[in-house]
């Protein structure tokens, strides 16, 4: 039998009908948990679940940081050159 990590945020999409995500603090290897409903008719018939993993927020993490640091270069690149 399935149990679900969360149950509160499981009966939240089931009785809202929206997207609902949270946090896996138990399971080391988790980061994230997203639930998407299927509603046909009125009635969640489905849900669509996604997890994110520590590895996949660690590479999104280093992107967003290299990002950053490209944004901080670019803006001294441009207030460089209004100097000038």
Same mark, same amino acid.
């Given at each position: ?12 999409? !089931? ?5 609902? !995500? ?63």
């Amino acid at each position: 039998m399935f149990q679900p990590l969360n149950q509160k945020a499981w009966e939240q999409v !089931y009785s809202t009908k929206k997207a609902n !995500y949270f946090f896996n603090k138990k399971i080391k290897s988790l980061w994230l948990t997203f639930l998407k409903p299927i509603v046909q008719n009125g009635q969640v018939v489905a849900v669509i679940v996604v997890d994110f993993s520590l590895k996949e927020q660690e590479m999104l993490q280093a992107a967003l940081n290299e990002l950053l640091q490209n944004l901080q270069l670019f803006r001294m690149m441009v207030i460089f050159i209004f100097i000038m």
